[in-house]
């Protein structure tokens, strides 16, 4: 049973109020299964040769969603997970991953969630993480997420992950290898940082297949003394098109480093990639003043909407 | 109504001090449509943000229905009562349009309501409505939802910073009737700096500013002759002696 603690988790990091009725879940808490339910055209199974979950959508899967909360309440509680989807052709799905960490003791809490997607022909899938820390005590909270996808001809994947607030450290790892023809990944990184948080966030896009597609839009805030880097990579080994587009904000004494790459090592593909980064403008806090707003109310929907 | 005293303002030059308004005195009375015009760089603009408080006065007193606003700040001068559409908006990454109707309107608006504002400045609610309000817009479609959150506003004593600019023909026709429209309501005081014929037309009386101060005040048919009248050539030296 999950304790009030874990409940509210859960509504933090997957709008989960309650156990869906419909779809498959899987709710891992503390390192261990708390819950799990099947779909009828998507199985969970335990891995059998180390800790985490085979997630099997079958081809031409519809309107059947994927639930997969991991929730860490024990202070000092080290977890590394293995989760693999296996996505049939043709379906449409989507996926909600996310952790939070209620860290209320002294030793750091660490979650580790590595991910590995193998999107079948023409399937397409939406998935959605967010990552939460909370809690009084002095130990950290720690989430450093591996995502690795591999897909197929004419797979479309829409990433869109954030990290809400109170994580302490994170270094997040993506890589995408689109090898079929006319896939497509759109990546949506939204990160928030405070305090004197840590976060490195590297991204491997590898477009192999002809006329395969990417979008990365990365948008960070960075508040009080926290730091973050940025490493979105794409590489173009053929007729291709990709565009990175990172966007900080920066507050108080913070810092952000962005250093986007493109390599194309084919004439026709084509990779363009923007970077900015810089604080709120004067002029859009004194525009929500004229309309009313205290500079801090106005401060605080401009980082609303940017991050939304 | 408003009530301008001796307001003065003034920035550092390199020799001394340059003044942008000069003892400026004015009243506008309630519910009236007011046009400012005048030449470029004469002061109009840094006297409307003077009365939004975007601008500090050097010296002066600014009065609102009789209670002397000069050292409110923005946001409270914005519940007060005064609102300002300006001349070049700024733009939000991720905010969307019905997000800044909203702001503006008090509380989030409904669907019809956001749409209503929308038209009136030409725009298509359905297109717009979830758009973000960043470079993706063109500059006048970003200056009619500029007009638009200030029509949400609702507020007493709505200054209009040259809403012309940047719009094309066909939409600046229809904003000039929403101005009509505004100036037949009698719900709000309306100034518009602008040096659009059509909208001075509109005014009940005229503001010329030139140089920081207030040169000349009448209805459209006195102030109009006048603005003709000072056509320059753009260069004073050649108006003198016909060298430069």
């Known amino acids: 049973m999950l304790n009030d603690v874990q409940k509210h988790i859960l509504q933090m990091v997957a709008d989960m109020a309650k156990v869906p009725a419909q779809g498959a879940v899987n709710i891992r808490a503390n390192g261990k299964k708390e819950f799990r339910q099947n779909s009828e055209h998507i199985t969970i199974e335990s891995k059998t040769d180390r800790d985490g979950i085979d997630i099997r959508i079958a081809p031409y899967t519809k309107a059947e969603s994927v639930h997969i909360p991991v929730v860490l309440t024990e202070s000092g509680f080290q977890d590394k997970v293995y989760n693999d989807f296996f996505v049939g052709e043709g379906a449409d799905v989507t996926i909600v991953a996310g952790c939070g960490i209620h860290n209320g003791g002294e030793c750091d809490s660490r979650h580790e969630g590595i991910h590995t997607f193998y999107v079948g022909k023409n399937a397409k899938v939406r998935y959605i993480e967010k990552h939460y820390g909370e809690g009084e005590g002095r130990g950290k909270r720690i989430l450093d997420p591996q995502t690795v996808l591999y897909l197929e001809e004419g797979a479309s994947v829409t990433l869109e992950t954030s990290q809400i607030r109170g994580v302490d450290d994170t270094k997040r790892y993506t890589k995408a290898v689109l090898s079929g023809k006319d896939s497509e990944i759109v990546i949506q990184e939204k990160l928030l940082t405070h305090n004197d948080q840590n976060a490195v966030s590297e991204m491997d896009v590898i477009l192999n297949g002809e006329n395969a597609r990417t979008q990365v839009i990365s948008r960070s805030v960075a508040q009080d003394g926290s730091t973050q880097v940025f490493y979105p990579r794409v590489q173009g080994n053929n007729l291709c098109f990709g565009h990175v587009q990172c966007d900080s904000i920066i507050m108080g004494s913070a810092k952000v480093r962005s250093i986007p790459e493109i390599s194309c090592n084919h004439v026709d593909a084509t990779l363009i990639h923007e970077a900015a980064i810089g604080k709120i403008a004067g002029e859009q806090i004194l525009k929500l003043q004229t309309l009313g707003l205290t500079p801090e109310e106005a401060e605080q929907r401009i980082l609303d909407g940017f991050l939304r | ?244």
């Not at chain 2, 303002?9 to 942008?20: H, K, N, R, T």
């Not at chain 2, 602008?194 to 005229?206: G, K, N, T, V, Y």
Request: net charge negative.
């Open chain 2, 1 to 244: 109504m408003l009530e301008l005293k001796h307001l003065s303002y003034s920035v550092p030059a390199e020799q001394g001090e340059l003044g942008i308004l000069k003892d400026l005195s004015l009243t506008i009375e309630d519910k009236k449509l007011i046009v400012i015009t005048g030449p470029n760089g004469g002061g109009k603009t840094t006297l409307a943000k003077a009365i939004m408080g975007l601008v500090k006065p050097t010296s002066g007193q600014i009065l609102l229905d009789g209670r002397d606003i000069t050292d409110l700040t923005v946001s409270e001068r914005a519940k007060a009562g005064i609102s300002y559409g300006f001349q070049q908006p700024p733009r939000f990454k991720g905010m969307k349009v019905k997000d800044l109707l909203s702001i503006a309107a008090g509380s989030e608006l409904g669907h019809d309501q956001a749409c209503a504002y929308l038209t009136q400045v030409g725009l298509c609610a359905r297109d717009y409505l979830d758009r973000d309000v960043d470079v993706s817009l063109s500059g006048g479609e970003v200056k009619r939802i500029e007009i638009a959150t200030i029509l949400a506003r609702q507020a007493a004593l709505m200054i209009f910073d040259e809403p012309e600019a940047g719009i094309d023909l066909w939409s600046f026709a229809r904003l000039t009737e929403t101005f009509q429209d505004l100036h037949d309501q009698k719900k709000a005081t309306v100034i518009i700096i602008s040096h659009q014929e059509r909208i001075i037309r509109l005014a009940d009386e005229i503001l010329l500013i030139s140089g920081g101060e207030l040169t000349a005040r009448g209805s459209a048919d006195e102030i109009y002759p006048l603005i003709l009248k000072q056509t320059l050539t753009g260069c004073n030296m050649l108006e003198v002696d016909r060298k430069c």
